[in-house]
């Protein structure tokens, strides 16, 4: 009897034993496999042609999805996201990563990593940008993650929105966006007469659709209601 229990109790020790060692193997390879991620990754988006670039992108928005997301990755955003305008490689004098396409993409993987730093370099995109395309993608993206702090966030679409209109060729697919950023964060404004005065914009801006300028409206109308009622 006694032998039994101590031969029990030496097997219980050994498959303890074993499990933690598998453990911590398991770990250990996990470590590795994100570390191998985060060097391929960081190594494309620092590359000066545009397909790597695109491929590190591809690399990021599947590890983003599956919740892979470490500072490296986040990084790499950040630099993708500003390509050619807040991150500028120039030859001669002429800037050689100006890539819009990549610029965009990156923002919208930015909605799907809901952090004050995500919001930060988007901020930052769509008061820096050129490109409407970019610009959109930028406010879309701000809208999801929904971090509004002192309406900082608010008062940047509301610029971007002002540029908009004033470059008199405005982007029907922007104001549309920023009316779906407004209805996303309109519970965490402070102060509603910005968001109040860009969507009356949009809506007296003829050069937009009809369909855009009605949304604009009945949001108007909305948020102008539940003002009365408090």
């Given at each position: 009897?006694?032998?039994?229990?101590?031969?029990?109790?030496?097997?219980?020790?050994?498959?303890?034993?074993?499990?933690?060692?598998?453990?911590?193997?398991?770990?250990?390879?996990?470590?590795?496999?994100?570390?191998?991620?985060?060097?391929?990754?960081?190594?494309?988006?620092?590359?000066?042609?545009?397909?790597n670039k695109l491929v590190a992108l591809e690399y990021l928005e599947e590890a983003v999805n599956a919740g892979r997301v470490?500072?490296?990755?986040?990084?790499?955003?950040?630099?993708?996201?500003?390509?050619?305008?807040?991150?500028?490689?120039?030859?001669?004098?002429?800037?050689?990563?100006?890539?819009?396409?990549?610029?965009?993409?990156?923002?919208?993987?930015?909605?799907?990593?809901?952090?004050?730093?995500?919001?930060?370099?988007?901020?930052?995109?769509?008061?820096?940008?050129?490109?409407?395309?970019?610009?959109?993608?930028?406010?879309?993206?701000?809208?999801?993650?929904?971090?509004?702090?002192?309406?900082?966030?608010?008062?940047?679409?509301?610029?971007?929105?002002?540029?908009?209109?004033?470059?008199?060729?405005?982007?029907?697919?922007?104001?549309?966006?920023?009316?779906?950023?407004?209805?996303?964060?309109?519970?965490?404004?402070?102060?509603?007469?910005?968001?109040?005065?860009?969507?009356?914009?949009?809506?007296?801006e003829t050069k937009y659709p009809t369909s855009v300028r009605n949304k604009a409206l009945a949001l108007l109308n909305k948020?102008?209601?539940?003002?009365?009622?408090?």
């Amino acid at each position: 009897m006694v032998l039994n229990k101590k031969i029990t109790a030496g097997l219980s020790v050994l498959l303890i034993t074993c499990a933690v060692f598998a453990q911590q193997e398991t770990s250990v390879e996990s470590e590795y496999l994100s570390s191998a991620e985060d060097v391929v990754i960081t190594e494309l988006a620092n590359s000066d042609t545009r397909d790597n670039k695109l491929v590190a992108l591809e690399y990021l928005e599947e590890a983003v999805n599956a919740g892979r997301v470490t500072p490296d990755m986040t990084a790499a955003l950040d630099q993708l996201a500003g390509e050619g305008v807040t991150t500028q490689s120039k030859t001669n004098g002429r800037i050689v990563n100006n890539y819009p396409d990549v610029r965009k993409r990156s923002c919208d993987i930015l909605a799907k990593v809901p952090t004050k730093e995500s919001k930060n370099t988007l901020v930052k995109i769509a008061l820096q940008d050129n490109e409407p395309m970019v610009i959109t993608a930028a406010i879309r993206s701000l809208g999801k993650i929904g971090i509004n702090d002192n309406d900082e966030v608010v008062n940047v679409i509301a610029f971007a929105n002002r540029h908009n209109i004033g470059t008199g060729i405005p982007a029907g697919s922007m104001a549309l966006e920023v009316i779906n950023a407004y209805e996303r964060l309109a519970p965490t404004v402070s102060d509603r007469s910005v968001m109040l005065e860009s969507l009356s914009k949009i809506y007296a801006e003829t050069k937009y659709p009809t369909s855009v300028r009605n949304k604009a409206l009945a949001l108007l109308n909305k948020l102008r209601s539940e003002s009365v009622k408090k």
